[in-house]
């Protein structure tokens, strides 16, 4: 607490307005946008103030740069912080380049190089150590990426994606072929104006994983359209650069003093479900230090929010993770759901006619379907359980055989009619032939 506030009063800039909590991000389609721009060059300063070039625009930076406060103010259940972190590491790759390394390079491209150059496929790397400079006590409210976009060779708008990172790079080793495809799901989808200026994209979920080790902070990767009809390009300035322009990680943040942790509960889900389903949850924070959630619903997929609606693209056992978290603690509930796929087309057949007293097979087949259960009714009383199954039927005639196949989401029946004919009792008598 007192570490905080002789920052605040060291480094804060008074009179910025604190970003709004949202209560977790939609991470859906959404704009980057475009800050105004810069009329001076930027001096970036340590957290205590002090700047660390006068000239960034010309000067190597002579130590390492440390994140910023830019405004904190006290709350009656604690201490809520707009602080900068600055980019650790970053570079791009190239995919006509695979074997080539960018660390040192000014700029960060992302989209696809149709020129003289023709480097293909360009994806931009960031690290932000979130760990160093937000407490592990604190809740994110919102995190904001911010990127000096500098040239742009097209005028329309060019799609962005985000990744986070699955393994630790290193700037100055990382080429297209040693990083092929280290990175999870899209964490963020939106669009990048042909403008030049600082360019702000919402990271909110991506930030709060982190924080929360939902995912291990190994940095992301943006990636634009890769098109190469397209021939969209976009130039970022590096932190080599060194024109203070470097990428930035903006987060407001609260560290609670309130004592109540918060309470969760996941409404539980059946035992087995379609492919579509809703996952629901609740809690409450009776200390009055807010509430926030986040939500891992088992195939990769994140996010926040107390309900999410998700289709699952293969059949499985899913658990669904949801941590509830105030400023003093979080706490962690779960939920398991078996994921189905309908069955189609199913058909039943049998090798009769069999003779009395042998056994029929009886066959059902179907063409999709998970976790299916078989019945028989084979039309004299009796009953078998499988796809495939061995029937003795007590007398001759014919039989209608009724297969019902089912799971969680489906029931079908199909029919197939069985024979049994009498045995046969052959007498072979001997023929004599007399000459005469």
Not at 74 to 81: A, E, K
Not at 122 to 150: C, E, M, T, W
């Amino acid at each position: 607490m007192a570490l905080l506030v002789a920052m605040l009063l060291l480094g804060a800039t008074v009179g910025t307005p604190l970003a709004q909590d949202t209560g977790g991000s939609d991470q859906g389609q959404q704009d980057w946008a475009p800050v105004a721009q810069e009329t001076e060059a930027f001096i970036p300063a340590a957290v205590d103030g002090t700047p660390l070039a006068q000239d960034v625009t010309n000067a190597v930076l002579a130590v390492e740069l440390e994140a910023m406060i830019l405004e904190q103010k006290v709350l009656p259940n604690g201490i809520q912080t707009l602080i900068e972190i600055p980019v650790s590491q970053d570079t791009y790759i190239a995919s006509n380049k695979p074997n080539q390394n960018f660390g040192g390079a000014h700029e960060l491209r992302v989209g696809w190089d149709g020129t003289a150059s023709r480097d293909g496929a360009l994806r931009a790397f960031l690290f932000f150590d979130v760990a160093r400079y937000i407490p592990s006590r604190a809740v994110i409210n919102h995190a904001l990426l911010k990127g000096y976009q500098f040239q742009h060779q097209d005028n329309a708008n060019m799609i962005f994606r985000g990744r986070h990172l699955l393994d630790s790079w290193n700037e100055n080793l990382i080429t297209w072929n040693s990083h092929q495809p280290h990175c999870g799901s899209v964490t963020g989808k939106s669009w990048i104006p042909p403008v030049n200026g600082w360019i702000e994209h919402d990271l909110t979920p991506l930030v709060k994983e982190w924080h929360n080790v939902t995912h291990p902070n190994h940095g992301l990767f943006v990636q634009g359209d890769e098109t190469p009809a397209l021939g969209q390009q976009r130039f970022f300035c590096s932190i080599n650069a060194q024109n203070g322009r470097y990428p930035r990680l903006v987060v407001d943040n609260t560290v609670s003093t309130g004592t109540t942790p918060p309470v969760a509960t996941v409404h539980h889900l059946p035992a087995w479900s379609p492919s579509s389903f809703t996952v629901s949850w609740s809690g409450s924070d009776t200390g009055g230090s807010g509430l926030a959630y986040t939500r891992a619903l088992g195939d990769g997929e994140v996010g926040s929010g107390a309900v999410a609606t998700r289709t699952y693209a293969d059949v499985g056992i899913y658990t669904a993770v949801v941590t509830a978290s105030n400023r003093v603690s979080e706490l962690t509930a779960t939920t398991t759901v078996t994921v189905d796929e309908a069955i189609a087309r199913l058909e039943a057949s049998n090798d009769s006619p069999t003779i009395l007293g042998s056994a029929t097979t009886c066959t059902a087949t179907i063409t999709a379907g998970s976790n299916v259960t078989y019945t028989w009714a084979f039309g004299d009383g009796a009953y078998g359980r499988s796809d495939v199954v061995l029937h003795t039927y007590p007398d001759v005639g014919g039989y209608t055989a009724v297969v019902t196949a089912s799971n969680s989401v489906s029931l079908l029946t199909s029919t197939t009619t069985v024979t049994i004919a009498e045995s046969y009792c052959f007498v072979y008598l001997p023929v004599v032939i007399r000459d005469r």
